[in-house]
């Protein structure tokens, strides 16, 4: 089954200890995103990959790391999360060909509470 | 950088009636434009999109058109049932930058009353 997948599905932590949240799609795409969800705010993207070793911010960087070292897989990282990364994360993908993309698919999000 | 915005933030609608929900878009260059639907507690997904060559485009009960001078397009579902209610997003891609970037709207919440 072509699916995203996302783990942990729910995390509470502390502030400053380190965490990931992992990312991975099976279908070969070659671009994958990070997204968060606030309240009145929509979704916003963190982090993006073109393909692998090809990263760039997103509209809302600060705080978070990502890497792409496999096609499959997209983690986010926190290095020292703070109450306000308290939030919804979603990963998704999509193909991109000759410069253009396709349907953006969601993973089934990540629940964040950071005390 | 491209912005969108999605009016109403709520919308509240008899079964069986039809809801509309509009966007605005900033980026004149953008030429894609998705609705993505999430239900309580569910991730996103893509309900209909429209490319910047078409006008309209339907699927059943939902459609999407989009007029690009004006900068807007709406989603339309007509004959509403108590399962289309969700938060809707509408979102638009640029050509700059990254060419997958999508901007999203801040979301409608839909609330069919049975």
């Known amino acids: 089954e072509a699916q995203v997948t996302q783990n942990p599905r729910y995390l509470i932590t502390v502030t400053g200890k380190k965490l990931t949240v992992t990312c991975s799609q099976n279908m070969n795409h070659e671009y994958m995103s990070w997204y968060r969800q606030d309240p009145g705010l929509g979704l916003r993207q963190i982090y993006y990959s073109m393909n692998v070793e090809v990263t760039d911010k997103g509209d809302v960087p600060e705080g978070y790391k990502v890497s792409r070292k496999e096609k499959r897989n997209f983690p986010l990282i926190l290095e020292s999360p703070s109450p306000n990364q308290t939030s919804l994360y979603f990963c998704a993908s999509s193909l991109v060909a000759a410069f253009r993309t396709d349907t953006q698919y969601f993973g089934p999000g990540t629940r964040l509470t950071v005390l | 950088g491209e912005n969108v915005e999605q009016h109403p933030s709520t919308l509240s609608v008899q079964e069986g009636d039809s809801a509309v929900i509009k966007c605005t878009y900033s980026d004149s260059a953008s030429n894609y434009f998705p609705w993505y639907k999430q239900e309580l507690g569910k991730r996103p997904q893509l309900i209909i999109d429209?490319?910047?060559?078409?006008g309209e485009k339907k699927d059943q009960r939902i459609a999407v058109t989009l007029n690009k001078t004006a900068k807007h397009f709406s989603l339309h579902i007509t004959e509403t049932q108590p399962e289309d209610s969700a938060v809707y997003f509408c979102?638009?891609?640029?050509?700059?930058?990254?060419?997958?970037?999508?901007?999203f709207g801040t979301g409608t919440l839909l609330a069919v009353q049975p």
């Open positions: 429209i490319r910047s060559n078409v």
């Open positions: 979102a638009a891609r640029g050509l700059g930058g990254a060419t997958n970037k999508l901007i």
